[in-house]
């Protein structure tokens, strides 16, 4: 960001008109004093004087090209092929000239004579200065400008450069609210220019297109605000930067007083809407010059069309020029004087000028800074290392000497411990050690021992340090231990969810399998009862062979139902042994039965399943003692 600048504001008189000649206007009031960049205005009585001071200042017969080279608009338009947005606006009352300054066409029948010539204004001026800037910018800067024109009429918007838009009964084109912080008309047609031609194409294409109208102060006066907005975008083929940026160049609708202009119906109907919006713009002006930095005062930017348009020019992140144009003719001595105070005001807004970098490169360029500082902090601690390396070395170097000087002291105090045991030691033959010798103090060379304390230094540091470590380490290896425990039981916590799982898993297996268990059983159940049902039928038919004694019997036991029989002649031997059977079958068979029902649950209580597997059981007893009986022929 640029620092925070003002706007700058020019103030041009024109000359009195041949029509207000004739009507005999003079000017007696309104003074340019060039040398002082002042307006001075006398008071109505001509007996005080007062002088406003502006940035620059243009009389009466100023030049079209005087004005544009002796204002800031080169200077702006460099800023803005930089990546910076400026606007530059005419103000003033109707008839003041604003539409001269920013033009400069000559109007018959409401409609602009387009030549080349020297009357031309700052719009084409600085088109072809914009092209020529971009010409100057290092080759490696691509450029596009864009161009759109529009007009406020009526507090609607209209393109200028779109005449289907412009029919009878449009509803203008809406506004919107960008993430820029700044309003954007919507729809607007955009064109692409890729030189000054082709932008003043379309601006005259425009103009043709703006609404005019005659009163009695303008014969062509212009009943709209236009705004004629070229964006700039440009990129660095070779850095990859985009910068955009955005000139306005606007030529507001003037002031105007009814009972001067006499205007009536339509004409006095933009009149009212004309000085509304001029009436924002002037409360905007004396809120922004009132206010002081860090003040939250509430700006009246979205009261009117033509304020929200100029919201980023006036207060905001543009440069700006406003080009404040005075009547001279005494009967305008008021409006000039209104004109000279909002112009004074708008000397006083502060705006922020802020270079229009694409986000991407704004973050490439800040990396290539960060970049940059890493590389120095690099290079340092490069230079770091080296040093330390290089004292490593000489450390090294130094003990070695160290060592070569020490051995001849040793040998001198190992003597000298000889001497010292021979004479004073009372007990002979002790050993001694080395360290008990008492060093004799060498004097030493003032690096060398400078190089000791260092070595002391580093040592004494180098144990520090291992001392921390290790007991960071121990530490640490507690930390793990603790872990590892956790771990340990976590996972035999999951191994025993695991058994659980697999036990819930075979349940639900089973619950599900059940069916065609209870099937499988039915089935056995069936085949048993079928099975049972034809060794019933065997039995039956099977010859029962008693011995002779007995055959008298025979059929009383038949007619018992009795199914015991024998498999051979003579199983029973004789008529006790049979009486014997008879006597106790029947009750063994009871006591068996019962005892197997008090141990089992009643069979209503029973599982399906268990119900089958009840059923098979004393079917297969049954067939079983049959079977039994039949081959052996007895129980006992
Ligand atoms: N500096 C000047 N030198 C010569 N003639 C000028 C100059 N300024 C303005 N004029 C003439 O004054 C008349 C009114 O000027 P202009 O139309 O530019 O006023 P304006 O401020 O745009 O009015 P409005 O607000 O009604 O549109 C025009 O005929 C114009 O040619």
Not at 94 to 121: A, D, F, V, W
Not at 341 to 351: D, F, H, L, Q
Not at 476 to 494: H, P, R, T, V
Request: charged share 25%; aromatic share 6%; with cysteine.
């Amino acid at each position: 960001m640029e620092s925070s600048t003002r706007i700058s504001v020019a103030i041009r008189m024109r000359p009195i008109l041949k029509e207000e000649a004739d009507q005999g206007q003079t000017n007696s009031k309104v003074f340019i004093d060039s040398a002082e960049k002042a307006i001075v205005v006398s008071s109505t009585d001509q007996k005080q004087q007062k002088k406003f001071f502006f940035d620059s200042v243009f009389d009466e017969i100023t030049s079209q090209d005087e004005l544009f080279s002796n204002t800031q608009i080169p200077e702006l338009l460099k800023k803005v092929v930089q990546g910076f947005n400026a606007t530059i606006f005419a103000y003033g009352q109707t008839g003041s000239g604003k539409t001269y300054t920013m033009e400069g066409y000559e109007y018959s029948s409401l409609k602009p004579n387009i030549k080349e010539s020297e009357r031309q204004g700052i719009v084409p001026r600085s088109v072809k200065a914009l092209f020529e800037e971009i010409k100057a910018m290092p080759n490696t800067m691509e450029y596009t400008v864009y161009c759109t024109y529009l007009q406020v009429y009526q507090e609607k918007i209209y393109d200028l450069l779109n005449p289907a838009q412009l029919k009878p009964g449009s509803p203008g084109l809406k506004m919107r609210w960008s993430k820029h912080d700044e309003f954007y008309v919507e729809n607007l047609y955009v064109h692409p220019c890729y030189n000054a031609t082709e932008v003043l194409t379309h601006f005259h294409a425009g103009l043709k297109n703006k609404i005019m109208a005659s009163h009695n102060l303008n014969s062509a006066s212009s009943r709209s605000h236009c705004i004629l907005s070229l964006n700039i975008e440009g990129v660095d083929i070779e850095g990859g930067g985009i910068i955009s940026s955005k000139l306005q160049l606007v030529d507001l609708a003037g002031s105007e007083r009814a009972s001067l202009t006499g205007n009536e119906g339509l004409a006095l109907k933009e009149s009212i809407e004309i000085n509304k919006s001029l009436f924002t713009l002037r409360q905007v002006i004396t809120t922004l010059a009132g206010s002081r930095e860090g003040d939250s005062a509430f700006i009246p930017y979205r009261d009117s069309k033509l304020t929200s348009l100029l919201k980023q020019s006036i207060g905001g992140n543009s440069f700006c020029l406003m080009i404040a144009c005075l009547c001279p003719c005494d009967q305008f001595y008021e409006e000039n004087i209104s004109t000279l105070a909002y112009a004074t005001k708008a000397s006083c807004i502060s705006n922020d000028p802020v270079k229009n970098l694409d986000p991407k490169s704004k973050l490439v360029n800040e990396l290539r800074k960060e970049i940059k500082g890493l590389q120095g902090e690099l290079k340092e601690a490069f230079e770091q290392i080296g040093m330390l390396t290089e004292l490593v070395n000489l450390d090294k170097t130094q003990i070695l000497k160290m060592k070569d000087l020490e051995k001849p002291l040793l040998a001198t105090a190992q003597g000298q411990r000889a001497k010292t045991t021979k004479n004073i030691d009372p007990i002979p033959g002790r050993i001694h050690s080395a360290m008990a010798v008492p060093r004799p103090i060498v004097p030493q060379q003032e690096p060398f021992s400078l190089s000791l304390e260092m070595l002391s230094e580093n040592l004494h540091d180098s144990v520090k340090m291992i001392k921390e470590l290790m007991s960071s380490n121990k530490k640490l290896k507690e930390i793990i231990n603790e872990l590892s425990n956790i771990k340990k039981g976590q996972d035999a916590e999951i191994a025993q969810l695991h058994a659980e799982n697999q036990t819930l898993i075979e349940k639900l297996e089973n619950v599900e399998n059940e069916p065609v268990i209870v099937a499988k059983l039915q089935k056995e159940k069936q085949e048993l009862q079928n099975r049972v049902a034809a060794l019933e039928r065997e039995n039956k038919q099977a010859p029962v062979i008693f011995p002779i004694k007995e055959r008298k019997t025979e059929w009383a036991w038949k007619s018992k139902r009795t199914i015991v029989r024998a498999d051979s002649p003579g199983q029973f031997i004789d008529k006790d042994h049979y009486q014997k059977y008879q006597s106790v079958r029947p009750s063994t068979r009871v006591r068996v039965e019962k005892s197997a029902e008090s141990a089992r649950p009643p069979k209503s209580d029973m599982s399906p399943d268990n119900k089958v597997k009840e059923d098979a059981l004393s079917a297969l007893s049954v067939l079983y003692s049959k079977t039994r009986v039949r081959k052996y022929g007895t129980f006992f």
